[in-house]
T-cell receptor, first 115, second 114 residues
Framework: AQKVTQAQTEISVVEKEDVTLDCVYETRDTTYYLFWYKQPPSGELVFLIR??????QNEISGRYSWNFQKSTSSFNFTITASQVVDSAVYFCALSEGGSNYKLTFGKGTLLTVNP | EPEVTQTPSHQVTQMGQEVILRCVPISNHLYFYWYRQILGQKVEFLVSFYNNEISEKSEIFDDQFSVERPDGSNFTLKIRSTKLEDSAMYFCASRGGEGPDTQYFGPGTRLTVL
């Protein structure tokens, strides 16, 4: 069974600080896919990134970066120089091919960036 | 940029009433999903749909739920007799084709059962 754990329920930082959101996953499949979604206060789910299990390269997109480590089953997300607009709930999610690629979400981390 | 749309944005209903939540997936997508999020909780999978039939459903998706693709564009979720615990945000999602294409989510319908 697939499972995603986001141990940090809430994080509060001051603008311009760097912040890392943790995600640990469990799966029996050798091929799987990891995602991060952002849910701003308006409520929609915004796709941020998808990573395949066979591609452990870390990725950077502007102020966002992702660290995928299969050895520790982690897919952490770092925001550099955080901004107030980054305030949102961030969800990590996992999908497996044998399960119609349905997404299993973690409980989310509420990030508050204070000015 | 193509997007998933959902109507209504907010639905208020009385316990025991039927509701239909509507979604228009991205036009060339083939796989469709419904998820729900009870307030303050995580997003949970309800059902996946492909080729005009349910491909997988969760334990939450019991006999009071049904899905349908009545035409070439709409994808609906019906709750036959709503309960208080059905109050949640319901998200529709779609993805393109074979393989793990990214699922794109609609803005959600907030269902309030009184």
């Amino acid at each position: 069974a697939q499972k995603v754990t986001q141990a940090q329920t809430e994080i509060s930082v001051v603008e311009k600080e760097d912040v890392t959101l943790d995600c640990v996953y469990e799966t029996r499949d050798t091929t799987y896919y990891l995602f991060w979604y952002k849910q701003p206060p308006s409520g929609e789910l915004v796709f941020l990134i998808r990573r395949n299990s066979f591609d452990e390269q870390n990725e950077i997109s502007g102020r966002y970066s992702w660290n995928f480590q299969k050895s520790t089953s982690s897919f952490n997300f770092t925001i550099t120089a955080s901004q107030v607009v980054d305030s949102a709930v961030y969800f990590c999610a996992l999908s497996e091919g044998g399960s119609n690629y349905k997404l299993t979400f973690g409980k989310g981390t509420l990030l508050t960036v204070n000015p | 940029e193509p997007e998933v749309t959902q109507t209504p944005s907010h639905q208020v209903t009385q316990m025991g009433q039927e509701v239909i939540l509507r979604c228009v997936p991205i036009s060339n997508h083939l796989y469709f999903y419904w998820y729900r999020q009870i307030l303050g909780q995580k997003v949970e999978f309800l059902v996946s749909f492909y080729n005009n039939e349910i491909s997988e459903k969760s334990e939450i998706f019991d006999d009071q739920f049904s899905v349908e693709r009545p035409d070439g564009s709409n994808f609906t979720l019906k709750i036959r007799s709503t309960k208080l615990e059905d109050s949640a945000m319901y998200f529709c999602a779609s993805r393109g084709g074979e393989g793990p294409d990214t699922q794109y989510f609609g803005p959600g319908t907030r269902l309030t059962v009184l």
